[in-house]
C-alpha cells in the first residue's frame, strides 16, 4: 500500500465514505433584492436558502449509502426510472433550482446570442410568440411544476412543461432533450409577491431572464454528447430489446440458462420488433440496419435451437454471439458500455 491510500484509507475511517457525493448549494450570483420589483427580497432568500437547500438535504440523505451513491446529477437524471421517488424529487429539485439561478439576472442588456436568436426565429417565429409558448406551458401546468424550453437531440428548440421537479433529462418524461431555460412555477417561487396570480409573476419574470447564459447553456448543450445519449435512451424498441437481453444473458453467464430457454421467443420478437422500428436519425445508416439483420437473424437461430432441445453449449455459444451483434448496435449508437 502506497503512502497517499494509506492517508485515504485512514481518512475514510473517520470521516465514513471518502469519495461519497456530497451535492450543496451553487453560489447564487446577485443579491436576494436585485431582481425587484419583479421578484422580491423575501422569495428569492427563501426559495434558495429554505427550499433548495432542502432538495440537497433530502438528496443526499436519500443517497448515503446507497449504490447510486457516487453518481453524477445527470446519471440519477438519465436514469430516474430505476431511483426512488426520494431521489426522483430531489435530485429533480436541485438540477431544477440550479438552473433556475443561473438564467435570472437583474442585468437589463442581457442578450440573446446571434444562434439562439437564429434558432428562436427558426422554431417560433420570434421571441415574443417564445415567451407566449412558455407562459401558456406554464400557466396549464396543473399543480406544481416546471415550464422548460429544451434542445431536443435532433438539435431543435422545442417548449414543454413537468410535474412536480421532474425535468426532460428525466427517463420517465416524454419530452426529453436538454434544458437551457426553466420556469419555476411552483407557488413558493411567487406566491409572497403575487399570491394567486400566477399569471402576473409569469409576465413579470421575462424582465429579469439572463439571455447571455440561455445563449451559453445552448451552444454547450448542442455539443453535449448528452444529445446522443437521449436520442438512442428514447429509441424504445431497442430499450425493450435491451432489457430481455439482459435478463437472459447476464444469468447465462453464470451457468444459469433457464431465462433464455423460457424467454428464446420473447427475445426474438423484440428483435424482429426493433427491425420494423423507426431507427433514430443520428444513427440511421446502412452498417447499424445490417447489424439488426444479423441481430434477427440470430435470435430466430437461438430460438429454434431451444426449441429443438439443443445441447446448453450450443445455445450458450449462439447466445453469446446473440449478445455480439447487440453490442454492435450499441456501439453503432456510440455507446460502448
Ligand atoms: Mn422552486
Redesign the pocket.
Known sequence: MKLYQVIIAISSIFFGQANAQNFSLPKMEYAFNALEPFIDAQTMEI?YTK?HQAYINNLNKALTGSKFENQSLEDHLLSISRRSDAVRNNAGGHYN?SL?WEILTPKKDSKLSPELDAAIQASFANVDSLKKLMNQAAATRFGSGWAWLIVTPDKKLQVCSTSNQDNPLMDINPDRGIPILGI?V?E??YYLKYQNKRGDYLSAIWNVINWENVSIKYAAALKSPLLTYIEKDSWKALKEFHVTMSETFHPAEQGDLEPIKTRSAELMMKAVKLKSSVVPKSFDKPEIKVAIDELVKGANALNKMINKKAKDAVIKAKLFEVHESFHKIQHLCGDDH
Do not use: L, N, R, Y
Open positions: 426559495h427550499h433550482h433556475f419555476d411552483w413558493h417561487a
